[in-house]
């Protein structure tokens, strides 16, 4: 492993100072007796005035009977898409920038994708069975919410931790299954918590497994859809007078999950990992301490629909962070938060040789050879609450990204080869160190003029340094370049060393309308986000075949160029009868329209979502809950010429759902697309598993009807 030792040295060693000198310097607050839960989520900044939406568990219990996928739970929140990859492993969008443009967070903790393909992307390491509530945050997120992205924050949160009173035993927990009809689905999951007044452990596991799904219609088997994995830890917490510590230990496994728009599947996927974390109140103000650690092997070859052929693609991560925050309140109206943060990835990404190929071998390809990427950030954030209607949150942050690899080398230096080998002499005769110093601000306004009313304007100015893939993948030939990428569209990629971070600067305003008693609500939120140096793909050349025979595939090189997106998101909702306890019905609807455009080649930006419109009603009485969804998306004809984007049609979508609870029983029953529909998704890309065994080339379609049925119990 290759660490950045000065920086992280450096860095350890003032929080190791730090820590210790908040505990200490003064007599601590006598925490608050919690009666069942303590904690609050990662990544929060209390009273803030930001454009936000979260999950609650009540909205992801009532999504996850149709997915085992937590980026397609998003797709619920107003301008939050997702690029389909595996069955649990799609990739979000907010407001058309993708997820490389994304922080994502898990406990506070972000992951790192280990894949050219981006199969394990960070979303992929959790179940919506075992989460507890999801956070979405565009672009204009406060810089104290982390660095190295110009899209916005994901922070995934499981349930605090639970301590008993009264001096006993709490003993509690929940179980969960459920069973879908298309692709034959299955899994369950388990929670359990013991807990004293102080120390509280915390047990949870999930297992999940599909086969192939059939699409709408008579659209047929979607070949590559298969999958299984399962997600295993157990969380330590201590309540004492100076704080509340915890410890978090998990394992992930997944022997394979096939990838209909990419040429290679997974074919197993371990991760563990460690996470640290500390939280005190004093009277001074707050300290909040986090160290994580990660590790991932990774292996890509071809499943059943893309066999006979073999070819192992393996990789190795290795990631470790750490941050500290600390939180002044200036005065009765004002708080400072100051902080800074370590994150250090390291990636190793070879291809072995194949026995008998004249192709691949017979070397190990080196696609990255031990690159690193290192991050050093420092925040300050000042929150000023100016009435009881107007706030502010205004904040700067510095992050100082270093990179740098290894030399690389290509299978063989024969004439089959001689594109790659070219290409690894070039590569290996520069310099690949790269450093950038990256400078981000946010400005967030809260205003409520009258009662029902409230407005929110934000400007943000964010950066990004270009991952490890997009900078050091090297290999020009075709077989070796179609390996790389994550979009979905079978072409090939390879990177650029002299390759810029990416600025954005975004202006967003939102305004909300609520009703007496929260009986309605209306909220209309406009955006506009312009980006210089927006990492983008050009064109190089098209790609022949086998004995040089013609094929769809074109060679793409990542490289900067400038690109805008603007739109807005729309959402309400109105409460059509209410009875006694909570017996009610509700009507919801929400509308997302988002326009990405290339400036330097004027044509439209890759796998932008057209326009988006959801309808639900829900009824509760009683023990009884029935509601039906209704998503109408547009034809999607602004595509990628670049990248040979497929066009889909307008589509209408049917969901009904019934659940039941009985004591501490709940029962529930969906039909998901209803009617069937056929349909072609609209960021899904090409179908290259059907393409392989059809000859055709069509976007992968959307999941047909399915009958989901889940039953869970608490104790």
Request: proline share 5%; aromatic share 10%.
């Amino acid at each position: 492993m290759s660490f950045c030792v000065r920086p992280l040295r450096a860095f350890l060693g003032a929080t190791s100072a730090l820590l210790p000198l908040a505990v200490h310097a003064q007599e601590a607050s006598q925490l608050p007796q919690v009666d069942v839960e303590a904690g609050t989520p990662a990544d929060a900044v209390a009273s803030a005035p930001v454009t936000g939406r979260t999950l609650s568990e009540a909205d992801i219990r009532r999504l996850q009977l149709s997915t085992s996928d937590t980026a397609a739970l998003l797709r619920w929140i107003p301008g939050v898409s997702a690029n389909s990859g595996g069955g649990f492993s799609s990739m979000p969008v907010i407001r058309g920038l993708n997820e490389q443009r994304l922080r994502i967070t898990v406990d506070g903790s972000p992951i790192d994708f280990a894949c050219p393909n981006d199969m394990n992307s960070p979303l992929s390491y959790t179940d919506p069975q075992s989460i507890h509530a999801i956070r979405v945050v565009p672009g204009v997120a406060p810089v104290s919410m982390g660095g190295d992205n110009i899209g916005g924050i994901i922070a995934v949160e499981s349930a605090a931790p639970r301590f008993a009173t009264g001096g006993g035993t709490l003993l509690t927990g929940t179980m969960s299954a459920f069973y879908r009809s298309n692709g034959d689905g299955f899994g369950g999951a388990a929670q359990l918590t013991v807990a004293g007044e102080r120390l509280s452990a915390t047990y949870t596991g999930s297992y999940t497994q599909s086969d192939r799904y059939k699409g709408g219609g008579d659209l047929g088997l979607v070949r590559s859809t298969e999958f299984a994995k399962t997600d295993q830890a157990l969380a330590l917490a201590y309540r004492s007078d100076i704080g509340l510590f915890r410890l978090k230990g998990g394992y992930h496994f997944s022997p394979y999950e096939g990838f209909a728009n990419q040429a290679m599947d997974m074919v197993s996927n371990t991760s563990w990992f460690l996470n640290f974390g500390y939280e005190g109140e004093f009277d001074w103000g707050s300290a909040k301490f986090t160290a994580d650690y990660r590790d991932t092997d990774h292996e890509m070859n071809f499943l059943k629909d893309k066999m006979p052929a073999n070819m192992p693609m393996n990789t190795e991560v290795h990631t470790f962070s750490t941050a500290l925050r600390l939180e002044f309140p200036v005065s009765r109206h004002e708080t400072l938060r100051l902080g800074g943060e370590y994150h250090h990835q390291w990636l190793n990404d070879y291809w072995p040789p194949v026995a008998g190929s004249m192709m691949m071998g017979p070397n190990t390809y080196l696609n990255v050879n031990a690159a690193h990427r290192n991050r050093l950030g420092a925040f300050a954030e000042w929150e000023r609450h100016w009435s009881d209607r107007l706030s502010s949150v205004v904040g700067v942050r510095l992050d100082h990204v270093t990179m740098n690899t290894g030399n690389v080398q290509p299978y063989s230096t024969s004439m089959m080869n001689m594109d790659d080998a070219m290409a690894a002499m070039a590569f290996n005769a520069v310099s690949h160190a790269r450093k950038n110093d990256n400078w981000s601000a946010s400005a967030l306004l809260s205003y409520a003029p009258a009662s029902g009313v409230a407005i929110e304007l934000g400007y943000a100015h964010k950066a990004r340094s270009p991952n490890i893939y997009e900078r050091y993948t090297w290999g020009r030939g075709a077989m070796s370049s179609r390996m790389i990428g994550w979009y979905g569209d079978g072409n090939g990629y390879f990177g650029n060393l002299d390759l810029r971070p990416e600025r954005a600067d975004t202006v967003s305003a939102a305004i909300e309308f609520q009703g007496a008693a929260q009986g309605w609500s209306l909220r209309i939120a406009p955006y506009y986000t312009h980006v210089n140096d927006y990492i983008d793909a050009v064109f190089v050349k098209k790609l022949t075949g086998s004995m040089m025979t013609a094929s769809p595939w074109v060679q793409l090189q990542f490289a900067n160029q400038r690109a805008e997106f603007f739109g807005v998101d729309v959402s309400g909702h109105a409460t059509l009868r209410k009875g006694a306890d909570r017996d009610v019905t509700t009507l919801t609807a929400s509308l997302a329209y988002v326009h990405g455009q290339n400036l330097s080649d004027g044509g439209p930006l890759y796998h932008q979502m057209p326009l988006d419109i959801k309808v639900g009603l829900e009824h509760r009485q009683g023990a009884l809950e029935a509601g039906v969804d209704l998503e109408w998306v547009a034809a999607k004809n602004r595509v990628d010429a670049t990248r040979n984007e497929p066009r889909t049609t307008a589509y209408a979508l049917v969901n009904l759902r019934v659940a039941y609870t009985l004591g501490s029983v709940r029962l529930s029953v969906e039909g998901e697309n209803l009617f069937d529909k056929a349909y072609g998704l609209p960021l899904g890309g090409v179908s290259l598993g059907d393409y392989k065994a059809t000859g055709t080339l069509r976007p992968v379609p959307g999941r047909g009807r399915s009958v989901n049925v889940g039953v869970g119990v608490s104790f």
